[in-house]
């Protein structure tokens, strides 16, 4: 590879590349994928034992500190963000001002920028113990303001956070308990939640992280760099493609359209749509999360006894695309979020939180990456060049 900002200091060349297919903006150590053979590994170990053999905060921490906790490190970590649950009873307020037709990602990102407001002991980067206690307070609050903004958009109360319980059954319970009744969590459930977390947490440079890195590479806070990725995430090319899913498969259910020819109108390119849930920037064959979000759709349905036609019309896209020119001959395959619109259906999530599951999924990703830039020497403001393509110096018009 080659070191560009040497060349262009030296040469005063810069290159042209539009949505940086070819410009690695930092070293990182976290995550490393092959798209070419579908391999991603967490601090080297491959996705499919981490899935299969860790907790959700066992594998935040792998990501930010770069090693796996020993138990008892694990243990700390899990009562410290467990100790910070609570949102400040001004902040519950916060939510009552925003429409009750919010989206819930917009109420998320919102929130999570106001928390800068409540913390300011807290927003210095250069400190490491403000940074500890910022990482602490997001892993703990932001699955309790993604369940009130749940809450918010149904009209139910929000339930004080029980922190007798896991991190997953705790947002379960904060999501689907009500005042009026005990919510006894179930287990599938919860195992499934958590799987998908786990293989949502980081997967490097995409556009969410790479926005939390240049926003944290002017020293803005913790919570600012958050809530803009957030932002970022909420892009239907981007984490919206979980919610786009299930929203292009229920209209192909119900404008009773064959999957064979709305599959044509996208190869047509018909009005720009496209297989959402399909393709990849840097995988170019399977997604190796997509193969298990999959296996997990089949578990999840199968063991709350539902049959979801939508599930069908998903396989039935999948088996036709695989099959077809169109879709080999630019190595198009179903990624991350192809499947898990259908399970976040079976817990009882409506459409608009898949992607705020999504965010609180990938935070401890967004956090392992401000940390790195953060404690890198080498890291500077992130400026991208551009291209001049204006008009040349002219008079200002005598009027
Ligand atoms: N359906 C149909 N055609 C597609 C799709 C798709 N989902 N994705 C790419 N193509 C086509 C493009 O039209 C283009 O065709 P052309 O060569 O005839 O012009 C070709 O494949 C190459 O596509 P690009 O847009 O250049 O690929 P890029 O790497 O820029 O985009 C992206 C990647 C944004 C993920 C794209 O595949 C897409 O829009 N997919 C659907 C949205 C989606 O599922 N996003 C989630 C991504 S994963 C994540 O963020 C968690």
Partial sequence: SIDLSTLT????????????????????????????????RYRG??????????????????????????????????????????????????????????????????????LSTYYGDSLDPHDPEQVEISTIRLLAKLPVIAAYAHKKSVGQAFLYPDNSLSFVDNFLRLNFGTMAEPYQVNPVLSTALERLLILHEDHEQNASTSTVRLV???????????????????????????ESVLTMLGRIRDSGESVERFVERVKNKEDGIKLMGFGHRVYK?????????????????????????????????????????????????????????VIYKAMGFPTRMFTVLFAIGRLPGWIAHWREMNSDPQTKIGRPQQLYIGSAARDWPQR
Avoid: C
């Fill in 285 to 341: 064959s399977y997604d190796p999360r997509a193969k298990l979000v999959k296996e997990s759709a089949d578990a999840v349905l199968a063991d709350l006894g539902i049959s979801d036609p939508l599930l069908d019309i998903a396989r039935e896209l999948e088996q036709i695309a695989l099959d077809d020119d169109y879709f080999k001959e630019r190595r198009l395959y179903p990624n991350v979020d192809f499947y898990t619109g």
């Fill in 45 to 114: 170990y491959a996705i499919e034992d981490v899935a299969a053999n860790s907790s959700f905060l066992e594998v935040a921490w792998l990501l930010i500190y770069g090693e796996l906790p020993t138990p008892a490190e694990l243990a700390a970590f899990d009562e410290r963000v467990r100790r910070h649950t609570l949102l400040h009873e001004d902040l519950k307020r916060f939510f009552d001002s925003l429409p009750h037709n919010a989206h819930p990602m917009s109420v998320l990102s919102s929130a999570v920028s106001a």
């Fill in 216 to 242: 944290g590479s002017t020293e803005a806070n913790m919570f600012a760099s958050i809530s803009a990725g957030i932002n970022a995430l909420s892009g239907p090319l981007h984490g919206g493609a979980n």
């Fill in 9 to 40: 200091k030296q040469t005063g060349y810069t290159a042209l590349d539009y949505g940086f297919v070819n410009t690695s903006a930092t070293k990182s150590a976290i995550t490393y994928i092959d798209g070419e053979k579908g391999v991603l």
